[in-house]
């Protein structure tokens, strides 16, 4: 509790306090973690790297709550945004204690400041920076935070394909700048995140500096705009063990291929069993969660009942079977195949 003799006032008072952890952060220990366990919750818990968290390992992500994303892939009856704020909060009721989204990510971070802006101290919320100079990324922050309505943002993120464009140089110069902002106390812990060019991510996740990684792993080998090349796909796996040996949260991105294994998926292969379908989803998030590496399943959240519907998965029997793998092999080979696929850089 603020000491009202003090002469801070409560943004005062938060700024102070993530500035002192900060400190200590540079120094090598990690600032104070929250207290944001949920109470009773199903959901499976894991250690998030050296932050000092513990999070249930479903996460919440935000770049399936766009507007032009629902209409990219043809989707009805997308979700109004007040609608889209209940799903958030929603998700935290239900136990979801990480939240991700990006500045790039349109109505997202408003959506998501709507929705946990009075109950911050009891979530973990990540966004992101996607700019082309350093000298871009505090304005940035500063106009997540005010979107967000926050006064930090517990971890701000290099987005990846801003990695693509500048590299490893040119990153680092907006890491240094991130600095800054966790010194003051307006972000908590620093990360990097990508689709791809996992190379330049591998050098990053080799500095230590970085306290977590979002990164695509699941099933299906898609980034953003591009299929993964064996090369790519190499390294990617050379950044899960890197950042492992450095105890960096590692949270998982594309667990169900960008739409492809959700619902989209009967657009995708439009003779693919029904009944069979019911179990893409499922199998898609048993074999990401069993690489016991991976700290956060990140699945994107588009329709109300998702999180219903991923919990049911992670709070049931988890076990990778050979049902799962056959099941994921066989969509997968004429998913491929898919026009919006096949028109995919490979890289």
Known sequence: MVNPNSGLNRRDFLKAGVTVAAAASMLG???????????????????FGKTGHVFPILG?????MMEKE??????????????????????YDKGVRYFDTA??????????G??????????????????GTSEEVRPSVETSLKTLQMDYIDCMQIHGPTIEQIKYEGAMKQ?????????????????????????????????????????????FHRGYKNRHSEAQLEWRNLCIDKAHELN????????????????????MVPDFDPERLKNLQGAAIRYVMN????????????FPGDVDKNLATIAGDTKFTEADRTLLAEFSAKAYLHPSIQELTVA
């Open 60 to 64: 919440h992500g935000g770049s399936a």
């Open 114 to 131: 709507e929705a946990l802006h009075d109950i911050h101290d009891k979530v973990y919320l990540a966004s992101k920076v996607m700019v």
């Open 248 to 267: 960096m949260g590692i949270v998982a991105m594309k667990v169900l291929g960008a739409w492809v294994m959700n619902h989209n998926a009967k657009n």
């Open 291 to 302: 690489d016991p590496r991976i700290s956060v399943l990140n699945i994107g959240v588009s």
């Open 175 to 219: 890491y240094e700048e991130l600095v800054k902002l966790r010194e003051e106390g307006l972000i908590r812990f620093i990360g990097i995140t990508g689709h791809g060019a996992f190379d330049e991510m591998y050098k990053l996740i080799s500095t230590g500096n970085f306290d977590s990684v979002l990164i695509a792993c699941g099933y």
């Open 70 to 91: 629902y209409a990219y892939y043809h989707l009805d009856n997308p979700p109004t945004v007040e609608d889209r704020v209940k799903m958030v909060r929603d998700a």
């Open 29 to 47: 220990a990690a600032p104070a973690a929250k207290d944001i366990q949920p109470d009773n919750s199903a959901i499976p818990t894991r250690p």
């Open 103 to 112: 500045r790039i990510y349109q109505e997202s971070e408003q959506i998501m």
